[in-house]
């Protein structure tokens, strides 16, 4: 321990905590030396054991000819590519992982009060928040994407052997496909009282065109006709969700009294963000299979 | 423990101990004797450049391996690893896609430990992404980002997108068709940003479909130009932990 200043240091009180912490001090030789020197051999086991029993994967050489199916990104990035099946591909792809990378960097700037630093979950309801957190997140995930699904319209079906009757409510798909519902008269419909709701087409394509000329910047120019439903669907919808769920988790676990501290929120938040990391990473693995429907799946079905 | 300048131990292979130990060559290498005494112990690490990434003393709570489970050294150890199987593996392959495929076949039936090899780089690469992601996690479950380890914390998460690309750019190189559509179906994501998306994909891939000047690109961003910045920021991240006052201790 070195104190900026002399005189400081002089003092008793400080004196006193200097030996204090000593006490609580090893030497790095042999005490961590050795612990790292042990877990290096043990890992350097572990993983020639590993090499030499399991085979790296190899397949085909590439033909960019041949399309497999389904085609997967490394495991890592499967959490993108799922959310890339239920929104705009610019924001699952790009937009939300570039976001998800600054709040992570930013956490330490949030939450800046140092108690609770250097022990695991020291608080009284750490814990409990890593389980509201982790478990909310998890399963609102997984509802969300057997949502997507139509799990329950399959489920609605197999029980009653009839349709669905909310045909727009079976997937975010058909939804877009019947959106906006509105009143799609036509003057014969009018007469013989059959006008029924259904999409407008018009709302489908707007077009604003060419009106930002970034092509003049010499980037490539913008398309800026808009189709309604699709921004719905693809865009609008998912942000919601993607910060209205975690927002109203905090909220219902303030008013409840089980995140009260900044660093609450924080392990909330957190353990939310990775389950729903793995949830995905899980689901875009194990569960996406053949045009990337839903079901079980192992890379090994190429083979 | 009293500092004693004697070593503890006075045996039978006290000769044998000081040829060993104190002759010329020893010191002229290692400065201070074999560190059995607490002395000489903390000039094993002061002096030596590969243990001064420590402190000599740390806090007891922290060699519990359940404080940090090894994780950042796990990381850093498979870093290392990672280095030497590349480099092994960099004598046989050749990043064009006429040989790609083959060198990766050849490596995993001509060459002596050539599958072994390749294996230990992939497990290890598979290792590395997830220790660094669990590394991140105790790190934020024991606190350790608060201040004034607001920054490493920051560094933290630059080395962790560098270890997502470095594995990235590595999956192309065996040049098979997972290699080839996972890195078409990942390439397509970056094109599919507003605006810069497509001229980005375009640079990364160097064309419109992943092909040759994709397969050199990723290749040159892997085997050096990936690996030099994540050990730039490796050494900003171990510096930091020091300066930092070592690993975040309760208050
Ligand atoms: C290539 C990746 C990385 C390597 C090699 C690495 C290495 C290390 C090592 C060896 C330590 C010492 C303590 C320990 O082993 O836990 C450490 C501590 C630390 N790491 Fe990392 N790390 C990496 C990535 C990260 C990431 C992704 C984050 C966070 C986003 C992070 C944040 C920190 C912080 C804040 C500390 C100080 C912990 C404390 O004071 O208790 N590091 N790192």
Redesign the pocket.
């Known amino acids: 321990m070195t104190t900026a200043n002399p005189a400081e240091a002089q003092s008793a009180a400080v004196r006193g905590r200097a030996r204090r912490q000593r006490e609580e001090e090893l030497l790095v030789w042999p005490d961590l030396v050795f612990i790292e020197f042990i877990s290096a051999v043990v890992f350097t086991v572990l993983l020639v054991g590993l090499a030499v029993t399991v085979d790296a994967i190899l397949l085909d050489r590439a033909n960019p000819a041949v399309t497999p199916n389904p085609s997967k990104a490394p495991w890592y990035f499967l959490n993108l590519q799922e959310l890339l099946l239920h929104m705009h591909p610019a924001l699952a792809g790009v937009v939300v992982p570039t976001i998800a990378l600054i709040a992570?960097?930013a956490i330490p700037y949030w939450d800046t009060d140092n108690e609770g630093q250097?022990e695991w979950l020291s608080g009284p309801r750490d814990w409990l928040n890593v389980g509201v957190g982790a478990a909310v997140a998890s399963i609102g995930t997984l509802m969300l994407i057997l949502f997507d699904d139509g799990m329950h319209a399959k489920i609605y079906e197999s029980l009653t052997g009839s349709k669905f009757p909310i045909s727009w409510l079976v997937n975010m798909r058909e939804f877009q496909k019947n959106f906006p519902l509105w009143p799609t008269c036509t003057p014969e419909t009018l007469k013989d009282g059959s006008c029924a709701l259904g999409p407008l087409e018009w709302a489908k394509s707007i077009p604003l065109g060419k009106v930002l000329r970034t092509d003049l910047l010499g980037l490539p120019a913008l398309d800026l006709n808009v189709n309604i439903p699709a921004v719905l669907v693809e865009q609008i919808i998912p942000v919601t969700m993607m910060v209205g769920l975690p927002i109203l988790l905090s909220l219902v676990a303030y008013k409840r009294g089980i995140a009260q501290t900044k660093r609450e929120h924080m392990i909330l938040q957190f353990s939310g963000f990775i389950a729903v990391y793995v949830t995905l990473t899980i689901v875009g693995t194990y569960f996406r299979g053949q045009g990337l429907a839903l079901g079980p799946y192992t890379i090994f079905a190429h083979q | 423990m009293a500092a004693t300048e004697r070593p503890t131990r006075r045996s039978m292979g006290d000769r044998l101990y000081d040829a060993i130990f104190s002759n010329r060559v020893w010191r002229s290498i290692f400065r201070s004797g074999y560190p059995n005494t607490p002395r000489n112990q903390m000039l094993a690490v002061a002096t030596n450049v590969f243990l001064h990434l420590h402190p000599t003393r740390i806090h007891r709570t922290?060699v519990k391996i359940t404080h940090?489970?090894?994780?950042?050294?796990?990381?850093?150890f498979l870093?290392l690893g990672l280095t030497i199987s590349g480099v092994l593996l960099m004598f046989y392959y050749v990043p064009s896609v006429e040989r790609a495929y083959e060198d990766i076949l050849r490596l995993d039936t001509d060459v002596r430990f050539g599958q072994l090899m390749r294996n230990m780089h992939r497990w290890m690469a598979h290792g590395?992404v997830l220790t660094?992601?669990m590394?991140?996690m105790?790190?934020?479950y024991?606190g350790?980002?608060k201040p004034p380890?607001e920054f490493?914390?920051?560094?933290?998460?630059v080395?962790?997108v560098?270890?997502l690309l470095l594995s990235f750019t590595g999956y192309l190189l065996p040049w098979d068709q997972l290699a080839l559509w996972a890195i078409t179906v990942g390439t397509n994501m970056v094109g599919s940003a507003p605006l810069l998306g497509e001229p980005n994909r375009f640079v990364l891939v160097g064309g419109f479909q992943v092909g040759q000047n994709a397969l050199i690109r990723f290749y040159t961003l892997h085997v050096i130009g990936l690996p030099l910045m994540?050990a730039v920021?490796?050494t900003v991240?171990?510096w930091r932990?020091r300066r930092?006052g070592?690993?975040?201790k309760p208050l």
Not at chain 2, 68 to 76: K, Y
Not at chain 2, 152 to 157: F, L, S
């Open positions: 992570l960097g250097g | 922290h940090t489970f090894c994780l950042g050294g796990l990381s850093f870093f590395m660094v992601l590394h991140m105790r790190v934020f024991t350790a980002y380890r490493n914390w920051v560094v933290g998460v080395l962790l560098l270890t994540a920021f490796m991240h171990f932990i930092d070592g690993l975040a």
